[in-house]
């Protein structure tokens, strides 16, 4: 049963108090009041009635006598709206005009307005002048000491009941304040001038998973850890001598990608805000290595061309001597090497192409273990038969977004690379395993003699090889490249047994929604029924919306939706499908369909909010995303 909280019910209750009471609004209009207030002034029905002006029940009061003579009335009553438009907090004692005592206590309100208090002290009033009748032996400083302390403590018990509401208020906005901090997304704290939390909002541990939430109190080495503190410490130590900053680190052990901002204060303390940038870092490192490709394809481009045209000049002319007559014996061969350099430079050229050619990454929803078994089967048979391959079991249960292809493509070359290193005896490995909820990393190892130092700086970079004239130094810098374009990250190290290279991935579950209702958001008709279509034939029902407004109260209205597919662009109004994925993104999984160039603008931000689906594409691209892991 809910309790009664009407408004009958606290005017019942007010009336049950014995002293007077007045709320009026910061317009100065009676808001609430209890009968007593009716009863001790003696007011009329529409002046105790909400709404009713505290000018008018001045005006009658004055008029009717009750603050004694009154040589101008209007001035009177406009010097009392002009206090209660400046309100203070006030104690006071007055004589009424029928001989009574009374107290008026008044306190202002949050929201606006004040509460006033009027109590009957007449009898306390009349105690006072019958002891001094009676006790005419007591002395006159007695007495009025007596009557100073007990207004003096009328005084202080008003006092405390202020103090109360203060604290009261002060309460709530800290609660206020500790509530919307601690529903950001990000750490925000306060420490002093020795390291020590003042304030913290309980969020460390979002950001830096594994740190404890209750810091306050703590030193800031003991709440972040010995690596993490130390990436700090230069930076605080800066903030506490007055300079500001703002950075990024990587945790080491969530191998999250963290921003931190200090701001020191007045007394020698440090604000701190510090969020977990992991997927903005991704993006952005995609976002860059689409920029690089684009630059490097435009300087490419040109020189490729004239350097194709020279290389079929020089197949051409030695193309000729080789018909000529009368050559002596030791032509040939020269004629021979200079057709095999020239071939092996057209083959340069195709790879510098493939390198900068626009390349667009096609996410499905990829089980690990099998494409870590495909890999295997495609790269033993080229394998000398002392060198072994082996697969270390991955553990990584369901299916995650990956561009299946370059992925294969990349561990392929790592695989290759390997090989030749070890020659004809050997182990190379390849492995895969999760980096918390962050990262995937796929490893391959092998026993040969390792990267050179030069190797280890340089082994990513372009035409950079340890092969000799064999080597075009373009397989490394591809992997990397393909890596980037997924916003991971290609790792060059050595083992106490050979090299390693690790090839890390943003970890990025498939969403799941086979034989579900699919939202289908599209404006144009035509395409719209095409998608349908396509969705249906795959077993799944679909429900179709033509605006990012429809779509969203669609999701509202219908829990049984459990797919998302939208344009990026809808119509000619202003919100797009990138709209939609940020708003139901959270409940829903979203792809969406584009076919604007990967180095568009809305293609990037389409990227940073859903799974994008490059049109054109068919059933055999769409059914990975919605099929990823069995009936829902």
Known sequence: MQPDTS???TTSGLNLIAQALTIYDRDLRLAVCNAP???????????????AT????????????????????????????DQALAFEPHYMERTRANGGTISVEGSPLPQGGWVTVYTDISHTKAQEALLRARASELSDQVLSHTEAQSRTNRQLAATIAALEEAKRQLTQTQARTRLTTEMMPAHIAHVDQSGYYLFSN??????????????????????????AYGRI?????????????????????????????????????????????????????ALQQSQRR???????????????NLLTIILGLQSKLTRMGGLPDDAMPLIDGTLSAAHRGGTLLNNIAGMTAERTLRPAATDIGALLDDIATLAKPTLPDGLTLTVTPTHIDGRYMFDPGMLQDSLLNLILNARDACGLQGQITLAARVMHPTWIEFSVTDTGPG???????????????????????????????????????????????????????????????????????????DLRQYYRD?????????????????????????????????????????????????????????????????????????????????????????????????PA
């Open 37 to 51: 207030f009716q009863q001790m002034f003696d007011l009329p029905d529409e002046l105790v009635t909400p709404g």
């Open 451 to 525: 990267f050179s130092d030069d190797a280890l700086e340089r082994g990513c970079d372009p035409f950079f090889t340890t092969k000799g004239s064999e080597g075009s130094g373009l397989g490394l810098p591809m992997v990397y490249d393909m890596t980037k374009l997924a916003g991971g990250d290609l790792k060059l190290g050595n083992t106490d047994q050979g090299a390693i290279v690790c090839l890390r991935l943003p970890m990025r579950p498939a969403p799941n929604a086979s034989g579900a209702l699919v939202l289908l958001v599209e404006d144009e008709p």
């Open 534 to 630: 396509m969705l249906m034939g795959l077993g799944h029902s679909v429900i179709e919306a033509a605006s990012v407004d429809e779509g969203i109260a669609l999701t509202a209205d219908l829990p049984d939706i459990g797919f998302v597919l939208s344009d990026v662009s809808l119509g000619e109004g202003t919100r797009t499908g990138i709209d939609l994925a940020r708003q139901v993104g959270g409940v829903l999984p979203v792809v969406l369909m584009t076919s604007l160039p990967a180095v568009d603008p809305l293609h990037i931000a389409a990227t940073q909010a859903a799974t994008v689906l490059q049109k054109p594409f068919g059933a055999s691209d769409l059914a990975p995303l919605l099929n990823s892991a069995g």
């Open 202 to 227: 309980r969020r460390l541990n979002a950001v830096i998973p594994g740190r404890p939430s209750e810091i306050v109190g703590k030193h800031i080495s003991d709440a972040l850890g010995e690596f």
């Open 7 to 9: 408004p009958s019910l």
């Open 233 to 285: 410490l230069p930076n605080l130590t800066q903030a506490f001598q007055g300079k500001a900053s703002v950075f990024e680190f990587t945790d080491q052990a969530s191998a999250r990608r963290i921003r931190v901002a200090f701001t020191p204060d007045e007394s020698g303390g440090v604000y701190i805000l510090s969020m977990d940038i992991t997927e903005e870092t991704q993006a952005r490192v």
């Open 54 to 81: 505290f000018r008018e029940t001045v005006y009658h009061l004055a008029k009717r006598g009750e603050y004694g003579p009154i040589s101008d009335l209007d001035a009177f009553v406009q010097e009392r709206i």
């Open 294 to 308: 684009a630059i490097a394809a435009q300087m490419i481009s040109g020189l490729a061309h004239d350097f194709s």
